[in-house]
C-alpha cells in the first residue's frame, strides 16, 4: 500500500514568487491536512481537506491556499512568498471515518525562499 | 484553546535502556486523543502510538506504552529497550473530538532522542 506521497521534495523560490505543492494520500483516504514545520513555531496546521472541500482552516494568511481534487489529491499555494515561508510543508490523510486512528504523514516538502 | 507542552527539549538514553518523555496538555474538553509521533532524519512524521481519552488503560505498542493522567492532563512516552533506531525527534499531539477541529492535530515542540551505544 502506497504511503502519503509529496512532491516535490525541495524547491527554492525567490520571494514575490508563489509557488504550488502537491500531495496524494493513501488510496481510500479522503481527508488531507497540511502543516508548516519551522524551528522557531514548530508544526502548525494550515488547512484540512475532505471530499474537495475545505473543512478547516488555521491561522495563516489569505497567501496560503489550497484545493482538492476527485481524486482526494491536494496541492497548496503560496502566492507572493516571503523570506519567513521557508519552512517543511508536511501533509497527513486519514480515513475519515477512523479519524482518530491517527494520520499518516508524508516526507514533506522543503520550502526554501531567497 | 488547547496546548501541548514537551518541557524536555533534548533526551538521550543509553542503548537498551528505558526513557520517558514527558508531554503535559491544556484542554477544556472531556473528549480527545493524544498521539505520539516520531520523526527521523528523513522527515516523515511516523505515528507512534495513540490514546483515546475516555480509555483508562494506557496504550502499549512493543517497546513503546504510555502513562496517561487524564486529571493531571499528562501524556507520557516510555521507550523500553531502546535501540538506535530510536533516536529522532518526538512529537506529543493532540486532536479534540470537536466536528470543528477535524483534521487538525495541535503537537508540542517537541524532544529529540538521542541513543547512544
Known amino acids: 500500500k502506497a504511503g502519503v506521497t509529496q512532491t516535490p521534495r525541495y524547491l527554492i523560490k525567490t520571494r514575490g514568487q508563489q509557488v504550488t505543492l502537491s500531495c496524494s494520500p493513501i488510496s481510500g483516504h479522503r481527508s488531507v491536512s497540511w502543516y508548516q514545520q519551522t524551528p522557531g513555531q514548530g508544526l502548525q496546521f494550515l488547512f484540512e481537506?475532505?471530499?474537495?472541500?475545505?473543512?478547516n482552516k488555521g491561522n495563516f494568511p489569505g497567501r496560503f491556499s489550497g484545493r482538492q481534487f476527485s481524486n482526494s489529491r491536494s496541492e497548496m499555494n503560496v502566492s507572493t512568498l516571503e523570506l519567513g515561508d521557508s519552512a517543511l510543508y508536511l501533509c497527513?490523510?486519514?480515513?475519515?471515518?477512523?479519524?482518530?486512528?491517527?494520520?499518516?504523514f508524508g516526507s514533506g516538502t522543503r520550502l526554501t525562499v531567497v | 484553546a488547547q496546548t501541548v507542552t514537551q518541557s524536555q527539549p533534548e533526551m538521550s538514553v543509553q542503548e537498551a535502556e528505558t526513557v520517558t518523555l514527558s508531554c503535559t496538555y491544556d484542554t477544556s474538553e472531556s473528549d480527545y486523543y493524544l498521539f505520539w509521533y516520531k520523526q527521523p532524519p528523513s522527515r516523515q512524521m511516523i505515528l507512534v502510538i495513540r490514546?483515546?481519552?475516555?480509555?483508562?488503560q494506557n496504550a502499549t505498542e512493543n517497546r513503546f506504552s504510555v502513562n496517561f493522567q487524564k486529571a493531571a492532563k499528562s501524556f507520557s512516552l516510555k521507550i523500553s529497550d531502546s535501540q538506535l533506531g530510536d533516536a529522532a525527534m518526538y512529537f506529543c499531539?493532540?486532536?479534540?473530538?470537536?466536528?470543528?477541529?477535524?483534521?487538525?492535530?495541535?503537537f508540542g515542540q517537541g524532544t529529540t532522542l538521542q541513543v547512544k551505544p
Open positions: 490514546q483515546e481519552a475516555y480509555k483508562q
Open positions: 499531539a493532540y486532536r479534540s473530538e470537536s466536528p470543528s477541529n477535524t483534521g487538525k492535530l495541535i
Open positions: 481537506y475532505f471530499s474537495e472541500t475545505q473543512r
Open positions: 497527513a490523510s486519514s480515513h475519515d471515518t477512523y479519524e482518530h486512528y491517527g494520520y499518516t
